[in-house]
Structure formats: structure tokens, C-alpha cells
């Protein structure tokens, strides 16, 4: 009886052993699986608009894939002041590692230079901070869209005929969303003609009389390209009211639901879709890297001013007709 | 005795379970972990080049990491036929993945594409076939190295001065290194002056005779921009036969041996290293993620024509001088 007693405690004490040492192995296994302290931080700003939601989706996918904590936060308004205030906290937390879109690049200079220098990487993600100390920046190639923007609406347009602009002037992002169209079309695409570039302003009303200006001017338009979802929601109505909505063609850039609908409505012929789920999954893979020290491309990489991670990542546009619409849509 | 040796038979039984159980578990511990059988290719061409060891070198670690197995091969030429049989080769090996560095687009569009139809992920490296159905490019910003060097090496002349360029007229990548140097010295330097860019041919003797002429006829030349290791060993030779070794200064890119020897003999200012290590670490990483289903942006992205990967990445830049000289030699 006692033997038996004996051997099934020794029985118990090898069998705790061994799920401790394999518990602990496979803790071992991989320096891609993160410990359960690892926090890593999304920071925004306008934190409460859907844009946001896809980015965090991929930014939360990564994180688990890792197996490490992730948060969300950002300013409630687009103001300067709230958020860099926000990110003063999220550093004050000394997270793992941080993931920030800007408002106004130099406001953030100090705070992500000081955390940077404290050892917590930052990358920036959809608008950067360039001059800043920030590791990488992942965001839209926006001249590039704009290029992608025109091959695609040119194939719906069948590469030919008059087509006009609505755009906001000012933002540099959408400005090179203009410039990577025009000069597409001018390179490539003799049969199409760009009648107009028409200042949209900054709101869909704006836009709207804009576009029936540009509809009046130009009775053969073929097709309008707009830069963002305000001109689009401007251009259809104006298209709408001309009587004209099977005549002209409309290209425009987000995926918002208001876009979609008008897309499944054949209102609007295409949008471009940006790379919203890339910004965070890739995000928090660099984040981690560098955490970790697996990204290493010289020794003391800290020591010899080496940029540990790639400088920019350009995470791409997808053209979204009524072919491919219905993936868009938010979950 | 019989009931002894049948514990000791229980216990034996109950720890190859556990061990079993506890295996199959670290297994499923992380979707990071790779299986024993993927293969991932890092294809190139005049393979026996040193510079292509520091981009294996960052695709085997990442491999490692992943546990998935990596190989290394290429045209020993820097020959199109070649380049492409040994492509088709390894895609007839039906690999996890393929990173991919391209002579001449054209030839490459259509074992790229039919390899994605198949299923194998490729993505392009340092050289692109950006018209293919290749997922990502990773390389060099060209343009904004050119401007990370003019920065760098204002600094080094103290922000004012002549300067010259001795360059390969031609090729886009090279073409970019100076437009960003000089667009980046007009907009920011005043007190710099570009006296004149000189067209150094293909090789160091060429460049030789192009910078003796450009120290001739700028006798008060403060710097020479070299574009890459043949411009500036050419450079070299041409300011120490003019016996201005310690009055011009000369910045070039890339990091051989004899290029780094130059920096510390004090004969080269500063060279531009590129992103290496980062190209074929990231593609690795690419790679797999598209391999295993874990880069998700959209539901079905395969039906409905979405990148599961950013478009593009600038695998960064970093600037080599005395003081970071030696983390740049390879072990």
C-alpha cells in the first residue's frame, strides 16, 4: 500500500515536472510569441471615426497573432493640444511600443524624440512626423493611388473621352493624389483629355457646385475623378440634378458606407480603397520586432545611428468597383 | 513487485502522453512557428556578389524565427536567359515563397505571374518588375537617400561650399540619387553651390578622368558627390593625384570593403548604406505571412483582386562616416 502510495506521488511530482518543463519549452519555442506584459499602444486622433476601426482591427490581429496586449486611444477632437496630451500619457504608461498618426508633425517632435530616447519605439502610421526620430512611418503611396486611380478609371471609361477633376487645394496628400492621376493619364493615355482641375473646397456643397460648373462647361465630360469622399458626395449630386448620372462617370478615393452604397447604387463607378488594415498589422509587427531586438540590420544598431526597421512603407490601394464591393463593407 | 512494475509501466505510459500532448501543444502555441517542410527562395542574379550576402543574411534570420527552411540561389551572370531559368526552375519546385531581385522587367512578367496563379507568393527585391503581379517591392528609396546624403554631407563641409557630382547617366535608381542630392541642396543649403554634374561613364578609370577635369575646372571645389563605389574609387584616385586629399571631401554609396577602408583612411568622407539586411528580412516575413493566410486586409482578397501585402517599402538609408565606420564591415 505504501509502495503504491509512493509511486503515485512520484507519479504525480514527474507528471507536474514535466507539464512545468514543457510549459516552459514552449514559452522557448519561438521569439515570435510575446510575453502576456507586453502592451503595445495605438494612438489617434477624431479617436471616434470608423477610419480608425479597420486600422486597429489589423493592429489587434497582429497583437494576438503575437500573443501580446494591444490598446486603443487617441484624442476625441482634432486638436493638437488633447492629443499630444493623450500621448504624454501613453508614454507615461512606458508601453512596449507605440503606433501614431499626427496632426501637426512638430507639436510631436519632443514627446516621440524623449520616448524614442527612453527606449520605447514609435512608428508613425497614416500621416507622419517625418523630421521626428519615429522608426518607420506606414502609410497611403498617395501619388501612387492617384496613378492606380487612372489606370483603372481609364479601363471604365474605355481609355477614352473628357474627364475633369474635384479636388481640395491645399493638403499635400491630396494634392499628390492629383498629380499621380494627371500625370498617368498624360503618359498613357493619349484618348483621354483632362479638361479641368476644379477647387472642390472642403465640403460635399463646395463640391457639388464645383461639379456643375464643370458639367455646364464641358457638356461631352465622360467622367469626373474626385479626391476624397466629401467631393464624390458633392459630384453625384450635381451629376444627379444635370441629369446626367448615366452619362458620367465617377471615381473617388474611401470606403466609407455612404461610397459603397453609391457604388452597389451605380452612382459612383469606383473608389480606392486604402491600405487602412496593412497601417496596423504592420505596425505592430515592426513594433514588436524592434522591441524584441530582432530587427537588427548592423550590430549596436543604437549606438551607430542605425534605423533598425525599413523607413517607409508604402501599404498600397485596391481599386473597389461594384465587383469587389461587398468585401468592403465593415464586419 | 507486479504492482511496482505496473506503475512504473502507467507512469512511463502518462509521461509519453504528456510529453506528446504537451509537443502537439507548443506546436499550435503560435500560427508564427513555421512547418519543417516550407521552403522559402531568395533568387538573384550575378549571385556571387557580396552584396546580396547582407540581404541572405536578414532573409535566413527571419527564416530561422519562423522555423521554416531558406535558400539561397541565382544566375551567376547578370544574364536574362539565365535569370529567368533559374526562376522556373525554382518555381517548378513549387516553394512557400519567393523573393525575387529582376534584371529586366519584361522577361520576368510572365513566370511571375503564372508562378501567383499558382500560388506561390512572390514579392521583388532592391530590383523591381513593378508591371508584374509580384505582391511587394522592397528597396531603396533612391530619391531620399540622395537627400539623407546631401544632408549628411553639408554637414561635413559645414553647409557651404562648390560642389561637383560624378555620376552614371542612365539608369533610373542611380538618376534618383542625384535629383534627391540636388533637389535637397537647392530647397535647404543657399550657401552650397552644385558647379557641375559629371558624367562618369560605367567605371572607375571613366570616372577618374570625369572628376580630374571637374577638380580643374573648379580649383576652389569644397566636396564630390559619387553615386555609387565605382564613381568614388575613380574620385578618389583623381583628387589624390591632383594633391587635394585633405581639401575636397567626397561622399559615395555603398558599403564594399574597399569603400569602407577609404572611410577610415580618412580618404572618403561618407558613404550611403542601404537597407540590405531589412530587404531580405522583411520579404521573408512577407512571404510567409501571405503563405499561411495570416495577411488578411479583406475577406477573400484572392476573388476580390486585394494586395494582402503593402506595396511598397523603402528598406531606408543610413549614412557611414569614421564614427560608425566599423558596425558596417562584414563578419
Known amino acids: 500500500m505504501r509502495k503504491i502510495v509512493g509511486s503515485v506521488l512520484l507519479l504525480a511530482f514527474l507528471l507536474v515536472s514535466v507539464v512545468?518543463?514543457?510549459g516552459a519549452l514552449a514559452q522557448e519555442t519561438s521569439e515570435l510569441v510575446g510575453s502576456e506584459e507586453e502592451v503595445y499602444y495605438m494612438v489617434t486622433f477624431n479617436s471616434g471615426v470608423n477610419y480608425w476601426k479597420d486600422v486597429y482591427a489589423g493592429f489587434e490581429e497582429a497583437g494576438n497573432l503575437y500573443s501580446v496586449n494591444t490598446e486603443y486611444t487617441g484624442a476625441i477632437q482634432q486638436d493638437v493640444g488633447e492629443a499630444t496630451t493623450v500621448l504624454e500619457q501613453v508614454i507615461a504608461r512606458n508601453p512596449d511600443?507605440?503606433?501614431?498618426?499626427?496632426?501637426?508633425?512638430?507639436?510631436?517632435?519632443?514627446?516621440?524624440?524623449?520616448?524614442?530616447?527612453?527606449?520605447?519605439?514609435?512608428?508613425?502610421?497614416?500621416?507622419?512626423?517625418?523630421?521626428?526620430?519615429?522608426?518607420?512611418?506606414?502609410?497611403?503611396?498617395?501619388?501612387?493611388?492617384g496613378q492606380l486611380a487612372?489606370?483603372?478609371?481609364a479601363e471604365r471609361i474605355n481609355n477614352k473621352g473628357e474627364v475633369g477633376i474635384v479636388t481640395t487645394i491645399g493638403p499635400t496628400n491630396i494634392g499628390n493624389r492629383?498629380?499621380?492621376?494627371?500625370?498617368?493619364?498624360?503618359?498613357?493615355?493619349?484618348?483621354?483629355?483632362?479638361?479641368?482641375?476644379?477647387?472642390?473646397?472642403?465640403?460635399?456643397?463646395?463640391?457639388?457646385?464645383?461639379?456643375?460648373?464643370?458639367?455646364?462647361?464641358?457638356?461631352?465630360?465622360?467622367?469626373?475623378?474626385?479626391?476624397?469622399?466629401?467631393?464624390?458626395?458633392?459630384?453625384?449630386?450635381?451629376?444627379r440634378?444635370?441629369?446626367?448620372?448615366?452619362?458620367?462617370?465617377?471615381?473617388?478615393?474611401?470606403?466609407?458606407?455612404?461610397?459603397?452604397?453609391?457604388?452597389?447604387?451605380?452612382?459612383?463607378?469606383?473608389?480606392?480603397?486604402?491600405?487602412?488594415?496593412?497601417?496596423?498589422?504592420?505596425?505592430?509587427q515592426f513594433l514588436y520586432h524592434v522591441n524584441n531586438n530582432l530587427a537588427n540590420p548592423v550590430a549596436n544598431w543604437k549606438e551607430n545611428n542605425v534605423n533598425p526597421l525599413p523607413e517607409y512603407v508604402d501599404t498600397g490601394a485596391t481599386a473597389v468597383t461594384i465587383e469587389n464591393v461587398d468585401a468592403f463593407y465593415k464586419k
Request: aromatic share 10%; net charge negative; proline share 4%.
Open 150 to 153: 487612372a489606370e483603372k478609371f
Open 241 to 284: 440634378e444635370a441629369g446626367k448620372i448615366d452619362d458620367i462617370k465617377i471615381a473617388t478615393f474611401d470606403t466609407d458606407e455612404v461610397t459603397l452604397d453609391a457604388i452597389k447604387a451605380g452612382e459612383i463607378e469606383m473608389t480606392i480603397a486604402q491600405g487602412t488594415y496593412n497601417m496596423g498589422y504592420w505596425s505592430l
Open 97 to 145: 511600443g507605440i503606433a501614431l498618426s499626427v496632426i501637426d508633425p512638430s507639436a510631436y517632435h519632443e514627446p516621440i524624440n524623449r520616448a524614442i530616447e527612453k527606449g520605447i519605439p514609435i512608428v508613425t502610421f497614416d500621416s507622419d512626423a517625418p523630421d521626428s526620430d519615429r522608426y518607420s512611418f506606414l502609410g497611403t503611396g498617395n501619388y501612387e493611388a
Open 20 to 22: 512545468f518543463i514543457n
Open 178 to 239: 492629383v498629380a499621380g492621376f494627371v500625370d498617368k493619364i498624360e503618359s498613357d493615355y493619349p484618348e483621354i483629355e483632362i479638361v479641368q482641375i476644379g477647387n472642390g473646397g472642403t465640403n460635399s456643397m463646395a463640391a457639388s457646385n464645383t461639379a456643375a460648373s464643370l458639367i455646364r462647361s464641358n457638356p461631352d465630360l465622360k467622367g469626373i475623378y474626385c479626391t476624397w469622399a466629401d467631393m464624390s458626395i458633392g459630384t453625384v449630386n450635381a451629376v
